[in-house]
Nanobody
Framework: QLQFVESGGGSVQPGGSLRLSCTPS????????MGWWRQAPGKEHEGVSC????????YYTDSVKGRFTISRDNAKNTLYLQMDSLKPEDSGVYYC????????????????WGQGTQVTVAS
């Protein structure tokens, strides 16, 4: 079972920044496309961003383009999500996971969700 440890969430004011990290537990993410999803209260999981394992291509959902940056450090076996110019609508629990098929607007997670990390953007 693929498991991950997400960290870096917190409470910030609108316009603030956070950097999320995700480390796989017990396996290397080298061979996988990886992604971030988020879930706001009462809503479904939403694909936020993903990064390909092969060519490093990325995808961002429209609402975060220009504000979020996904990256990966395979040497450290860690996935990141730099979030700038945060808005209240970015609030939610953020999860990382392996992308089951293509890294694009239809990004789907493989396996079950971990604990996630809470992001709260409020004045």
């Amino acid at each position: 079972q693929l498991q991950f440890v997400e960290s870096g969430g917190g409470s910030v004011q609108p316009g603030g920044s956070l950097r999320l990290s995700c480390t796989p537990s017990g396996f290397s993410m080298d061979y996988y496309s990886m992604g971030w999803w988020r879930q706001a209260p009462g809503k479904e999981h939403e694909g936020v961003s993903c990064i390909s394992n092969s060519h490093g291509g990325t995808y961002y959902t429209d609402s975060v383009k220009g504000r979020f940056t996904i990256s990966r450090d395979n040497a450290k076996n860690t996935l990141y999500l730099q979030m700038d110019s945060l808005k209240p609508e970015d609030s939610g629990v953020y999860y990382c996971a392996v992308v089951s098929r293509a890294c694009n607007e239809r990004m789907a997670a493989f396996g079950s969700w971990g604990q996630g990390t809470q992001v709260t953007v409020a004045s």
